[in-house]
């Protein structure tokens, strides 16, 4: 549905340049919802402004639907742009405007009548679940109100795409999760294509079915949830995943925590499983096989795509060589560990 191919887009300012994106190449499947994730810079915001040509690319083509936007003339770019629908995190909603006023304005511009503008606007409330705030304005609404709101709006015209520019970043954790069953639902009821960009991997892991992962620029990793989640290959994949892992240390561990091993102190190892090593009794074959008892701290597993994925923290005591041949066996497992210090 949506083909970017070979992107490249700089910025000049003052005499410096910079490149948002560098060769950047993603396919999002009709009826697919994708996520870009990335760290704050990364160019995120410009790649999917890339997608209805906000940001015109340098380099590279944008195809959308089999129409290339770039060779466009500027009438058909806008005819074009009609498919495309987009919500922003600061949803950009007209103030003076009512609820419906809102949904109502891409309407207005296409051109069609009281009667047919009334009866889409009635269908877009019900959809998103606002019928009872139709004649409220936006100050009198919540975030997530207010979100959805834009998400009626950018639905007006029947888009076969849905661009969302961290549309759930400045909202609580229960409105997000709300968003995000809403966003799931209406690319399941409308067949919507969904682009997504993010820096939270809770929102990959809550709704998309493909994911990408961009750093400085470039695509660094891409595929479906369930391949990244398994194989993460970088060290900034890894970083994410386990970003969507809330895990907390007992307070009273962290007071005993010693960078260093002291007479006495045991240390303290977390583990970071994914994929397939998050099926297998390794903690007891560990027990077995290097003598070592382990003490489970805390510990939490998700499932992404149908994936597991998790942490572990445990407290382990036993003799050091054993410790060292232990840590040795996890890498072998594709697990990662690290020695947090020593309790
Ligand atoms: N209009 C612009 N002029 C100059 N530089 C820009 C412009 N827009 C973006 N950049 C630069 O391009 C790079 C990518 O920015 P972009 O906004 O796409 O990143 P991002 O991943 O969306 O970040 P954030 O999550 O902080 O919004 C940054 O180095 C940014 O400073």
């Known amino acids: 549905m949506i083909e970017l191919k070979q992107i490249t887009k700089r ?16 396919t999002v499947p009709a009826g697919k919802i994708v996520g870009v994730i990335g760290a704050s810079g990364a160019g995120k915001s410009t790649l999917i402004r890339c997608v209805n040509l906000l940001e015109r690319p340098d380099e590279g083509e944008v195809i959308l639907g089999g129409v290339n936007l770039m060779q466009l003339k500027p009438a058909a770019l806008a005819k074009e742009r009609r498919k495309i629908g987009m919500i922003f995190q600061h949803f950009n909603l007209m103030s003076s405007r009512t609820v419906s006023e809102n949904i109502a304005f891409p ?19 019900q959809l ?10 936006p ?26 520019d961290e549309a759930t ?3 609580d954790p229960a409105t997000t999760a709300s968003i995000l069953t809403l966003l799931k639902d209406i690319n399941r009821r409308l067949n919507l294509t969904i682009l997504l960009i993010t820096h939270e991997m809770d929102v990959v892991k809550s709704i998309c079915d493909q994911v990408a992962v961009i750093s400085e620029g470039k695509l660094i990793e891409q595929g479906t949830v369930s391949e990244i989640f398994a194989h993460p290959r970088t060290d900034l994949t890894r970083e994410f995943i386990a970003s969507a892992i809330n895990l907390d240390i007992p307070e009273a561990y962290l007071e005993r925590l010693k960078e260093f091993q002291e ?4 240390p303290l190892l977390k583990l970071e499983f994914t994929g397939g090593s998050a099926d297998n009794p390794v903690i007891s074959e560990v027990s077995r096989l290097f003598n070592l008892d382990n003490n489970i701290i805390c510990a939490q597993i998700e499932n992404a795509g149908g994936v597991k994925f998790g942490i572990m923290v445990v407290e ?15 890498k072998e497992r594709n697990i990662k560990v690290e020695v947090l210090g020593y309790v």
């Open 139 to 164: 100050s009198n609404l919540s975030g997530g109100q207010k979100q959805r709101v834009a998400i009626a709006r950018s639905l007006a015209s029947n888009p076969g795409v849905l661009l969302c």
């Open 316 to 330: 382990v005591f036993g003799e050091d060589k054993d410790h060292l041949d232990a840590l040795n066996f996890y």
């Open 107 to 125: 309407l207005e511009l296409d051109g069609l009548s009281k009667g047919e503008i009334s009866t889409r606007v009635q269908e877009l409330l």
């Open 128 to 137: 998103v679940g606002l019928q009872d705030k139709q004649h409220q304005y």
């Open 169 to 171: 970043s400045a909202l």
């Open 263 to 266: 007479p006495g102190t045991r």
């Open 11 to 26: 910025f000049h300012q003052k005499g410096r340049v910079t490149t948002a994106l560098d060769q950047v190449s993603l």
